[in-house]
């Protein structure tokens, strides 16, 4: 996983309406990059909202926020238009930001053993340097958890 002290790993992707985007579009800014494991779940839901009624203080703190999962760009753009979220979503269906990242892995529940996305908060400066690591993110509070940092 993509420890404190890294560098923002260079990616070229498209969000909800198709657009790239890229890591370099963060250049320059300080930057929230949260990972979740599907769009339209009720955990990943009640985080993409916190992050989005709360968005205004992130961008008051001068974050720029940018949601990632392995979903395809027509399930990122429903849950994006469904919850009128503010910031970009990623569709990485190839999961390749999602491994440079590190944060495709083994996962348990219900005694069942399976791969997938740990979902994961990281919080970049200016300068593109990881500077936080959240990997016990609570949806509830994910925008406090991000602002509590600062």
């Known amino acids: 996983m993509l420890n404190v002290g890294d560098h923002l790993p260079e990616f070229t992707a498209v ?15 300080k930057s929230v990059l949260f990972f979740y494991p599907q ?15 709360h968005l205004d203080e992130l961008q008051s703190a001068g974050y720029k926020v940018l949601g990632i999962s392995a979903d395809s760009v027509k399930k990122q753009k429903n849950f994006h ?7 970009d979503l990623i569709a990485d269906e190839k999961r390749e930001i999602i491994e440079k990242f590190g944060v495709w892995q083994e996962k348990k529940t219900f005694g069942k053993t399976y791969f997938g996305i740990v979902r994961t908060t990281f919080i970049f400066d200016e300068n593109g340097i990881c500077i936080r690591t959240i990997d016990k993110v609570k949806s509830r509070e994910a925008a406090r958890q991000i602002l509590e940092g600062v």
């Open 15 to 29: 969000n909800q309406e198709g657009e790239t985007v890229s890591s370099l579009d963060f250049r320059g800014y």
């Open 81 to 87: 238009t469904k919850n009128k979220l503010g910031y």
């Open 39 to 53: 769009a339209n779940t009720p955990t990943c839901t009640v985080e993409a909202c916190n992050l989005n009624d």
